[in-house]
């Protein structure tokens, strides 16, 4: 029996239009942080509040790539499809990545933060 796919080859989509990343992608669809609350008699309980979901990629600066533009963008559709066949994604997605470029394999950091994700699997 074949061996299923669990990584590899994958798709980002910011509102329809497809960027060209580079190594890992990484994302988080957790929309809270948790800790543990002690005193000094131990555990009380824990604490919450919201965190932002993200994805974050290096993509390949291409000659066409309008990295002003990207840089500015608002309540955009973030869709990263799996190799194992997955897709996450962001509504209302803001970018939030420094836009850094390195030039000796046109590398540039992008990161979209929001609090709308979702997974389909």
């Known amino acids: 029996m074949a061996q299923p ?41 824990y604490m919450e509040k919201p965190r932002p979901q993200y994805v974050q990629a290096t993509l390949t600066d291409v ?5 002003r ?8 559709t973030v869709a990263l499809e799996l190799g194992n066949g997955k897709t996450v994604g962001l509504r209302d997605a803001i970018f939030t990545g420094d836009g850094s470029v390195t ?9 979209w933060e929001g ?6 699997l």
């Open 5 to 45: 796919r669990v990584g590899g080859v994958i798709a980002l989509r910011v509102n329809g239009v497809q960027y060209r990343c580079k190594g890992n992608v990484e994302y988080s669809i957790n929309p809270v942080e948790r800790s543990l609350v002690f005193g000094v008699d131990g555990a009380h309980g």
């Open 63 to 67: 000659s066409d790539l309008d990295t």
């Open 69 to 76: 533009a990207l840089m500015m963008q608002e309540a955009a």
């Open 103 to 111: 030039t000796e394999e046109s590398e540039l950091a992008a990161r």
């Open 115 to 120: 609090v709308d994700a979702f997974e389909v």
